[in-house]
T-cell receptor, first 114, second 113 residues
Framework: AQSVTQPDIHITVSEGASLELRCNYSYGATPYLFWYVQSPGQGLQLLLKYFSGDTLVQGIKGFEAEFKRSQSSFNLRKPSVHWSDAAEYFCAVGGTGGGNKLTFGTGTQLKVEL | DSGVTQTPKHLITATGQRVTLRCSPRSGDLSVYWYQQSLDQGLQFLIQ???????AKGNILERFSAQQFPDLHSELNLSSLELGDSALYFC????????????FGNGTRLTVT
């Protein structure tokens, strides 16, 4: 069975500081990995995705993520956080074994201090 | 704007009642997914339809059912509602290929009183 662990429930960073959100996954086949962001009252917006190839993927809003197969991780990073990045971030895993059915982590709530 | 439309945005109803949530996928998307988001369970996959046929089932209660119509819109029916069914229900759509990302609607917030 596929699963995703986001070990940090809440993270607070100062505006302008760097950010790393952790994600570990469990998947029996080749994983497809995603990061989504959810602002209050909104749906989930895709930030970036990894299917294959270059293990460092670039997304929207200046985010990037690195796939590390040996560590079963797909951490999300941003060099300089903006106040508008405050939101909840979800890591998800899917793949050919499960079609598009995505399994989501429990989310990390990001607070940005001005 | 993801292009996925969900109605209504909010729904308040009493225990024991039945409601229908509606989803219109992005133009050209054949596959529709339903997810439930609650504080205690997080985002849970309920069910998937592809071009009118059920494709995958997740943690969907027997009191819940869904269908996808020929025009590809989908409805999620929730019956004999309980307080614990209060949640945000999301619909998502994709083209249908395995590496297509899900595009989410803004959800329907259901409150059962």
């Amino acid at each position: 069975a596929q699963s995703v662990t986001q070990p940090d429930i809440h993270i607070t960073v100062s505006e302008g500081a760097s950010l790393e959100l952790r994600c570990n996954y469990s998947y029996g086949a080749t994983p497809y990995l995603f990061w989504y962001v959810q602002s209050p009252g909104q749906g989930l917006q895709l930030l970036l995705k990894y299917f294959s190839g270059d293990t460092l993927v670039q997304g929207i809003k200046g985010f990037e993520a690195e796939f590390k197969r040996s560590q079963s991780s797909f951490n999300l990073r941003k060099p300089s956080v903006h106040w508008s990045d405050a939101a909840e971030y979800f890591c998800a895993v899917g793949g050919t074994g499960g079609g598009n059915k995505l399994t989501f982590g429990t989310g990390t709530q990001l607070k940005v201090e001005l | 704007d993801s292009g996925v439309t969900q109605t209504p945005k909010h729904l308040i109803t009493a225990t024991g009642q039945r409601v229908t949530l509606r989803c219109s996928p992005r133009s050209g998307d054949l596959s529709v997914y339903w997810y439930q988001q609650s504080l205690d369970q997080g985002l849970q996959f309920l069910i998937q339809y592809y071009n009118g046929e059920e494709r995958a089932k997740g943690n969907i209660l027997e009191r819940f059912s869904a269908q996808q119509f020929p025009d590809l819109h989908s409805e999620l029916n929730l019956s004999s509602l309980e307080l614990g069914d209060s949640a945000l229900y999301f619909c998502a759509s994709t083209r249908g290929s395995p590496n297509s990302p899900l595009h989410f609607g803004n959800g329907t917030r259901l409150t059962v009183t």
